[in-house]
């Protein structure tokens, strides 16, 4: 089973600010297989990453992902008051067939 | 629009039984896989298991694997997670949510049902 390690485990940062989150995979991943989710408060998830790094539908351009092999990173180029929320990496493979999920990236307003 | 709704969360017993329903509406159902995807209070999100549109392929979790089982009625828009020999760790919230393309990733999530294990 591919665990994967979200950093930090609280971000606080402004309005304005850059936001660099980290999910780390204790085997090496597919980028096709993996994505980034936005949580808030009483709300389900919410895709805004998949691939590594395409945009879901709708999600503005300040949200972008990178990374491959065990390291991926979703970057907010300049966070507005909406962005702060939980913020969990998934990913899935075939050999076998398994889905997790990291443990979230809680961003918080500093 | 496409909707997700579960059902059937409660409080039972350690060992006892358990079975959840998802009503989906505004799609296609027999033509999408879904996922059953559980949250503890106040902690992140873990995969429970997944079923293809026609029901021929099913994937859990180690940690339910062997006590829950997933299923779908495409006649009546429906998927199940039947939960056996139910463990206070299993006390969470359980979302249903629809996989994105041939994908495994989530586009639609229900709004969750939830289920408390405890004596």
């Known amino acids: 089973e591919i665990v994967l390690t979200q950093s930090p485990g609280t971000l606080s940062l402004s309005p304005g600010e850059r936001a660099t989150l980290s999910c780390r995979a204790s085997q090496s991943v597919t980028s096709d297989y993996l994505a980034w989710y936005q949580q808030k408060p009483g709300q389900a998830p919410k895709l805004l990453i998949y691939g590594a790094s395409n945009r879901a539908t709708g999600i503005p351009d300040r949200f972008s992902g990178s990374g491959s092999g065990t390291d991926f990173t979703l970057t907010i180029s300049r966070l507005e008051p909406d962005d702060f929320a939980v913020y969990y990496c998934q990913q899935y493979g075939s050999s076998p067939p398994m889905c997790s999920f990291g443990q979230g990236t809680k961003l918080e307003i500093k | 629009q496409v909707q997700l709704v579960e059902s059937g969360g409660g409080v039972v017993q350690p060992g006892r039984s358990l079975r959840l329903s998802c009503a989906a509406s505004g799609f296609s159902f027999s033509s999408f896989g879904i996922h059953w995807v559980r949250q503890a209070p106040g902690k992140g999100l873990e995969w429970v298991a997944v079923?293809?549109?026609?029901?021929?392929?099913?994937y859990y979790a180690d940690s339910v694997k062997g006590r829950f089982t997933i299923s779908r009625d495409n006649s009546r828009n429906t998927l199940y997670l039947q939960m056996n020999s139910l463990r206070p760790e299993d006390t969470a919230v359980y979302y249903c949510?629809?996989?994105?393309?041939?994908?495994?990733?989530?586009?639609?999530w229900g709004q969750g049902t939830l289920v408390t294990v405890s004596s």
């Open positions: 079923i293809s549109n026609d029901s021929k392929n099913k």
């Open positions: 949510a629809r996989l994105y393309g041939g994908t495994w990733f989530v586009d639609y």
